[in-house]
């Protein structure tokens, strides 16, 4: 069995730990199964960008950290027992956000990008680079090669005098210093019209025999793999079932912001109203199947008049047996559509 699953940020991180370990079980058990270098992640790159002269992407490294076992599982970003002096160095001397913290291992790994970028890699070569290092157990894909950097287009905080003027900040900028508390207008992935998936993208895709939608941001996660030309026309032609997991439990957000990138597109924070935002693939739509809470079992007999196959179950992945349990669920409700 073939998995490939879309995911970015920390919930498709715990997602994917989850999957690897759901996968781990079911082959040393000997029963149908997969074994770990045959799950793809394709990666959202819509929250990268170039800050105090190193490349950094944040998606792609939360992934990394977690599969690693070096992640800071409290803070949720970055890398367990960092120290901060470069970064206090930098507010020194005015570089960078003050209000946007990097650690030094963590920089470590943006140099060690940013290096072989200039050298003539393309992303999807340096994360091959970066896989060396630690045994992931899973392939993870940037999924453009192409900078498609989010912004977000607001009214502008520092004109008072214009209520009508709008700004545009990084995503980066929004999320973090912000706190996504100024109202989004809309989000633009710069360049996306000319982004391509990064090699491999549209095959691991298309030759999956499951695909999975890691309980991401539907907006700018999902949504920026998504609109990426080819992703959604290798979605449809696959012959896998794609099947999703719901970021909204009990009308709230797992983790994060989510809520006001929904708000922004005007889909309401509901399990149901994302999985109908996505669609289903019997009417031009991606799902074929969606795991909603148990706190949302009233979703299941809604969605699947509109065709789309719903169970519920338990969502929270406090531990990592919890995760496993939720990929498992998610590769079971795969193999009743098959």
């Known amino acids: 069995m073939r998995i490939t699953v879309l995911a970015g940020g920390v919930g498709g991180a715990r997602f994917v ?70 970064a206090a160095e930098l507010r020194e001397w005015g570089v960078g956000w003050p209000w946007f913290t990097l650690g030094d291992l963590d920089l470590g790994t943006h140099l060690a990008r940013t290096s072989w970028l200039r050298d003539g890699l393309t992303p999807t070569e340096v994360g091959d680079r970066l896989q ?45 210093r912000y706190r996504a508390t100024l109202p989004a207008i809309a989000f633009r992935q710069r360049n996306i019209d000319r982004a391509r998936p990064a090699p491999g993208v549209a095959e691991a895709i298309e030759g999956a025999d499951v695909v999975l939608l890691a309980p991401s941001n539907p907006v700018v996660s999902i949504g920026t793999i998504l609109a990426i030309p080819g992703i959604r026309e290798a979605l449809a032609a696959t012959g896998a079932p794609v099947v999703g997991v719901s970021p909204i439990i009990g009308g709230k957000v797992v983790r994060g912001m989510a809520d006001a990138c929904l708000t922004a597109i005007g889909v309401e924070t509901d399990a149901a109203a994302v999985a109908r935002h996505y669609g289903s693939r019997t009417v031009g739509g991606i799902l074929d199947g969606w795991l909603v809470d148990e706190a949302d079992a009233s979703a299941e007999a809604v ?26 669920d998610a590769i079971d409700l795969a193999a009743t559509l098959r």
Do not use: C, K
């Not at 781990?24 to 800050?51: Q, Y």
């Open 132 to 176: 060396q290092r630690w045994e992931l157990g899973v392939h993870l894909r940037p999924a453009t090669d192409t900078e498609v950097d989010t912004h977000v287009l607001v009214r502008d905080p520092e004109a008072s005098e214009d209520p009508d003027a709008t700004r545009e900040l990084h995503f980066q900028e929004w999320w973090t």
């Open 17 to 86: 730990r989850g999957l690897r370990e759901e996968v781990r079980r079911r082959t040393e058990a000997g029963g149908p199964g997969t074994t770990p270098d045959e799950i793809d992640v394709i990666v959202n790159t819509g929250d990268d960008l170039w800050l105090a002269g190193v490349r950094l992407m944040p998606d792609f490294d939360s992934l990394l950290y977690a599969l690693a076992g070096v992640n800071d599982t409290e803070r949720g970003w970055g890398r367990a027992g960092e120290t901060e002096r470069v």
């Open 303 to 328: 969605l699947e008049a509109s065709g789309i196959p719903t169970r519920a179950v338990p969502l929270w992945m406090h531990d990592l047996d919890r995760s496993a349990a939720l990929a498992a």
